[in-house]
């Protein structure tokens, strides 16, 4: 047994956490921007306020998701290859909520009918809740464990899946991306439309902490039998500082410190992440059907030579990509109000 | 009908979707960049309206690009998981590599360019709809590599310990001569989509006489483009046919409906046979030319179905390694055909408007929107070909497609899908189609400044 981590396994592993806590933060806003649209848009011109604040950067967002997919194909095949052939029911709901949604931000504009865009409105909503809420059940499962037989193969059904602690998963994961979302609003609104956001997110932050406090808790009950092999230390110190800052949320609203509260939802999102990762670390997946089974960074990876060619071509293009989207939020760093959407009918 | 069957019906029916809207976006994004950086040059109005009109229609169709591309990214672990623990060493490389070098380029820098018009510098502006151009060029590259790899495997060993392929060389994957080939006849037909469009919808408004300035520099533009893109592809296209008869010979040979093994072989032009006997009831030919076409000489060899394969069976082992010849031969012969077709109206479109009659002549107008469905007919019998020759094989002499499949996932869970993304992107189209006949005919936005559009478009 390799010990250690100083390894390519490692730093792979590292990686791809670091792809989905990134897809997370800041799809999550997104998410729960789309969640909050039926709530917080009461006419056209508040909906188009709300599209309008994720517009430029939705896209950029999910291809963090498309690339956390690709890099787990390029540096752990067999993950990729029981994870996604076994939650294959939960990954094509996902899928087919992105598709409507990623159409329906172009789309809904377009139209001349209210009708037409009363149903893209539909679509932004479930487009954004189904997944919020099925990336949740699917990580809860992905530490639980799953049916893996030992040629890797998944061997259970979808209803395997609806267990009540993945169930709490999707829970946090919905609540969190709505309130992350909600805080996102109070950033980049103005006048009512701000308030009404800040008083949405109010009400979403403690549900959010008690959903949080409640998985992490299950989290470390259940890891005590059963745990992964990474520091202890880390492994106490993040979900407590993720439940200290959605705790924290509430307050900070309240005391109208907007980018405080949304870099609290933030680490929020990132810690409870990253303590799901930690406490599979070195497992990629645990197998419910015993030890044996866990797919792990040491047998779902790739070779060193092609983890080392992926290990440089991330160290030139990952920086590289930092840059410019965190350009591009400078870019669109104003707030949208009223006056700018009205000044400016869509496009037709 | 098994899981399998559906699971490769499904893998055809996304793929091909997904390439309506590709070839579109990859040609549409360069003339509209091509409009804007005339407009930066000479300010002149028009051409800001042109980058305009043509840019509302790339996005438009650019939406669905995107989307029905995340399908790619987790489609062969969701059907084909046997198939990515096989080749996901190799394979999974360039397919992250994209993600990572050309996806996160494109999908950020077009909010840029949407959302940009006022918020940045002429200049930074116009960089932002090239770095999109390269971005798509750079996606389909590294796609590509990864197909080509299917096609033509280098660069790696199975390692008899863990049964896997293995990655050993990257540069080979880059520098896989089938690659090379395959990647400017995309490149090429991509501009071809976006030229026939641009003309078409061109020729739609010039025959009403609306906004003939817009249009008719919009068709001159397309034009000159679509006459060297579609004689590109006809060259690529030929190298690439040379290089089938080396690397691929029975796909080659289904192709042409080549039966047995033949010097000095012709070019069949239709024929009608028996599929089971291995032979063709009816074949009108061009004498010699297949041969001259495939290996430069007169009396050259071109190997036949049933002579290669008796030769795989000897190297593989019993079993049929001859593919679907009927979409074969049929498919290989649409795609010629349209491609020539698209030649000539390149062509004539050209002659036209250099003795300045592109206007007056009612009937190529009349005839140049039909034109705009033919490199859709083109690019999807391209990829038939390609890939239904390439069976029984997913990786070619390497892994059968039947091996490939999950075993995790049952016919109940492969139909439900295959459903589901049928519906799902039949629906899209229809409003894709929608939008785009309906912007397509709507007249080009009065701009006489950038700063006199809007920022906030959705």
């Known amino acids: 047994m390799r010990e250690g981590y100083l390894n390519l396994e490692t730093l792979w592993f590292a990686l791809i956490a670091v792809l989905w806590i990134g897809y997370f933060f800041l799809e999550g806003f997104d998410f729960g921007v789309g969640v909050l649209l039926p709530f917080l848009g009461r006419d056209d011109v508040d909906r188009r306020i709300l599209v309008n604040t994720i517009g430029p950067v939705w896209d950029g967002n999910e291809v963090w998701l498309i690339v956390a997919g690709g890099a787990t194909f390029a540096a752990f095949p067999e993950w990729y290859a029981t994870l996604f052939s076994g939650f294959y029911l939960a990954l094509f709901l996902i899928l087919a909520a992105l598709i409507f949604r990623g159409v329906a931000f172009e789309f809904r504009g377009k139209g001349r009918h209210p009708e037409w865009k009363r149903w893209w409105d539909r679509a932004i909503f479930w487009g954004s809740a189904v997944p919020a809420l099925l990336w949740g059940l699917a990580f809860a499962n992905i530490l639980r464990g799953v049916p893996i037989d030992a040629n890797k193969e998944w061997a259970g059904s979808f209803l395997d899946l609806l267990d009540p602690y993945a169930l709490l998963g999707g829970a946090t994961s919905f609540l969190l991306f709505a309130l992350h979302g909600g805080v996102f609003l109070t950033l980049k609104t103005d006048g009512e439309m701000r308030d009404r956001a800040r008083r949405a997110a109010e009400l979403l932050a403690w549900p959010a902490t008690a959903a949080v406090l409640g998985f992490l808790t299950w989290t470390f009950f259940n890891a005590r039998e059963n745990g992964g092999t990474a520091p202890g230390v880390v492994r106490g110190v993040v979900p407590v500082v993720a439940l200290i800052a959605v705790a924290a949320v509430a307050w900070l609203l309240r005391m109208k410190l907007d980018g405080w509260a949304f870099l609290a939802t933030g680490l929020a999102i990132v810690g409870v992440t990253a303590t799901i990762f930690l406490h599979l670390y070195p497992r990629v997946m645990v197998s419910s059907l015993g030890g044996a089974n866990d797919l792990t960074i040491w047998n779902a990876s790739s070779t060193h030579y092609t983890l080392k060619v992926m290990t440089i071509v991330a160290l030139i293009f990952a920086p590289l990509v930092l840059a410019y989207q965190g350009w591009t939020y400078w870019v669109f760093r104003k707030r949208i109000g009223r006056k700018d959407i009205e000044e400016q009918p869509n496009t037709v | ?458």
């Open chain 2, 1 to 458: 009908m098994d899981a399998f069957h559906l699971a490769r019906w499904q893998f055809a029916i996304t793929t091909i979707f997904h390439f309506f809207f590709v070839p579109l976006s990859i040609g549409l994004v360069f003339f509209t960049a091509v409009m804007q950086t005339a407009w930066y040059r000479t300010k002149d109005p028009t051409y800001l309206r042109m980058t305009k009109f043509w840019g509302k229609l790339f996005l438009i169709n650019f939406a669905l690009g995107v989307v029905t591309g995340i399908v790619q990214e987790f489609q062969f672990g969701m059907n084909w998981s046997a198939y990515s623990r096989f080749v996901g060493d190799v394979f999974g490389a360039p397919l992250a590599i994209e993600g990572l070098a050309a996806f996160f380029l494109e999908s950020t820098f077009i909010g840029l360019w949407i959302f940009g018009w006022n918020r940045l510098s002429e200049r930074v502006h116009l960089a932002t709809i090239w770095i999109v151009t390269i971005g798509t060029v750079l996606s389909a590259f590294f796609i590509l590599a990864a197909n080509s790899w299917m096609q033509h495997p280098v660069g790696y060993r199975v390692n008899p310990a863990t049964g896997r392929a293995e990655l050993h060389d990257f540069a080979a994957l880059l520098t896989n001569p089938t690659l090379w080939t395959h990647f400017p006849h995309t490149i090429l037909a991509a501009l071809v989509t976006g030229g026939m469009f641009v003309i078409g919808v061109s020729a739609w408004h010039l025959l009403r006489g609306h906004e003939t300035t817009v249009f008719r520099r919009s068709a001159a533009i397309a034009l000159v483009v679509s006459l060297f893109a579609t004689v590109g592809v006809a060259l690529s296209g030929h190298l690439q046919g040379q290089q089938m008869t080396k690397q691929q010979p029975m796909k080659m040979a289904a192709a042409e409906a080549l039966w047995n093994t033949t010097r000095g072989a012709g070019l069949s032009l239709f024929a009608i046979g028996d599929v089971g006997e291995g032979r063709n009831d009816l074949n009108i030919q061009l004498p010699h030319l297949l041969s001259v076409i495939s290996t430069n000489s007169w009396n050259g060899t071109v190997e036949g179905i049933n002579d290669l394969q008796r030769r795989y069976e000897r190297m593989y082992g019993p079993g049929s390694y001859v593919p679907a010849v009927g979409v074969t031969y049929w498919t290989f012969r649409v795609m010629v055909g349209t491609g020539l077709l698209m030649i000539l109206i390149s062509a004539v479109g050209l002659w036209l408007l250099r003795r300045r009659r592109l206007e007056s002549a009612k009937w190529f107008l009349r005839l140049a929107p039909f034109a705009i469905a033919l490199p859709y007919i083109a690019n999807s019998t391209g990829w038939i070909l390609t890939e239904v020759g390439r069976q029984p094989w997913v990786v070619y002499g390497v892994m059968l497609t039947r091996d490939a499949t999950s075993p995790a996932v049952g016919l109940g869970l492969v139909l439900t899908t295959l459903i589901g993304f049928t519906l799902i992107y039949g629906v899209l189209t229809v409003v894709d189609v929608y939008l785009l006949t309906r912007f397509a005919r709507s007249d080009p936005p009065v701009v006489e400044t950038p700063a006199a559009g809007p920022t906030l478009v959705y």
